[in-house]
């Protein structure tokens, strides 16, 4: 009995030593003109994949997953997914590492831009997973187009859900303005007649209500920091 409480406690520890980068992470950034609390989760799944999240409450970041994340040794490397995220500026990267007095020290990286950051250990990681898509009522299934306006041009949006076999609902999104786009949609959400779809490469959310009439949602288009209304209308 005490070989085996040995093993596993020297298996708990190797793990530990292996990994010297899991944890919560808090400190700051340092954006030109202001100071932001970041904090950072890194973890192991059960299959010993990295996981991670990462919470910017002043820039409405909630923990938002790291994804592409890489570990070696003390360096770390990864993608912000669903924040901080456009269009015009792409997606921000994360790079840190550890340092000689137990920090983690990076930067966040957007467009060409660099803020640096300084993190502490704090405690247990509490990585938030990034949600699954749902299936929708059959009064969502279908096509659904709107229009809103940004600088001065009008965009046409047309939305056609379906409801996938195992994977829960499925989304295409084209917004036709100057160009046509067609955004992929990684998640789409229903409750309660509450629609919720993100194409997190575009920085694009939409988040609607059904009418009770079961022929319009009206919501709000968010293409990175610009917030629209939008109301859809279904195609007959």
Known sequence: ???????????????????????????????????FNLILDLDQSAAREWIGSIIIPGLGVKGAPLTELAINDSAVSGTIKGALTGPRTGNTSIKASLTSDGRLNGELIAAGNIASFALRRTGSPQVELPPKSTVVSKNFVGEWKGDYEMDGYPRHVTLTLANGESNGATAQLTVVGKRTNEPVVDLVLEENGFLTIQAHDFGITYEGRLSKELDSVKGTFTLGPFELPLTLRRTP
């Open 1 to 35: 009995m005490r070989v085996v409480i040995l093993l596993l406690f020297t298996s708990a520890l190797t793990t530990y030593a292996s990994t010297p980068v899991a944890g919560r992470w808090e400190g700051s950034v340092q954006i030109p003109g202001s100071a």
